[in-house]
């Protein structure tokens, strides 16, 4: 696939908005910081309107997080642990919790509370197809993992506590372990509803309003898209 430059990454940028995209997703884009801050300063000038997500595992430099002031709108990160036992035996990054907790800090500087289309900082209906869209915030996504049960409440007391209701916590169950784990005794296998529900029920009894859980079978396959570069280097609409 063709490098694509920062003049180019704008212009798909616009392209999207054109097509009536609700953001711009940005998904693990740290290695690319310096192609993308360009692209979005210019598509900004050039009217991109569109929130702008930073979709990120969070093992984050404070620096980096910074140079974006101005230009993320949402910030989406994962945050995987707080145990460095788990996360050096799941990640190789003992340090992981040093690093995720210091750049959630950023993120929140940025973005204290989260807004909505409609102007409010809740979501206040009970359908959520009648709830209005993010412009604005931090939505923490934590995801599940089997046999992680004490970490994972570790890591909800730790947003909670920190935080508030300035920001949303998405908890995730949608954990798919691949063949070359299989043999692991936790990664091996999916989330048990058990687990899930119990973890969803310890965020409800510490107090965590502002969130959102996954019904239903997510732990698929299916849910892994094909990265074949659709959409990135077509025809050039804008000029």
Not at 32 to 45: C, D, G, N, V
Not at 159 to 167: E, N
């Amino acid at each position: 696939m063709p490098k694509i430059e920062p003049e180019r990454l704008s212009e798909i940028f616009l392209e999207l908005q054109d097509q009536n995209a609700e953001n711009i997703n940005l998904v693990t884009p740290s290695h690319y910081l310096y192609l993308i801050i360009p692209a979005i300063e210019k598509a900004k000038r050039q009217g991109l309107s569109i929130p702008v997500v930073y979709n990120t595992g969070t093992y984050e430099r404070v620096e980096a997080i910074k140079a974006l002031e101005g230009l993320v709108d949402i910030w989406m990160p994962d945050f995987k642990y707080i145990s460095p036992r788990i996360s050096l035996a799941y990640s190789h990054t003992p340090d992981y919790f040093q690093y995720a907790s210091k750049a959630l800090a950023e993120m929140v500087r940025q973005c204290p509370e989260p807004l909505f289309a409609d102007g409010t900082s809740s979501i206040d209906a009970e359908d959520d197809a009648d709830d209005p869209v993010m412009v604005r915030g931090v939505i923490v996504r934590h995801l599940a993992l089997p046999g992680c049960a004490v970490d994972s409440r570790d890591i909800l007391d730790y947003l909670h506590s920190t935080y508030g209701d300035s920001i949303f916590i998405s908890l995730m169950n949608q954990y798919t372990p691949m063949p070359q784990v299989y043999g692991d005794p936790n990664l091996g296998r999916k989330l048990t509803a058990e687990e899930y529900d119990e973890l969803v029920n310890y965020a409800i009894s510490i107090g965590v309003t502002n969130g959102f859980i996954q019904d239903g079978e997510t732990a698929s396959q299916s849910y892994i898209p094909a990265f074949d570069g659709t959409g990135v280097s077509g025809d050039r609409t804008r000029r």
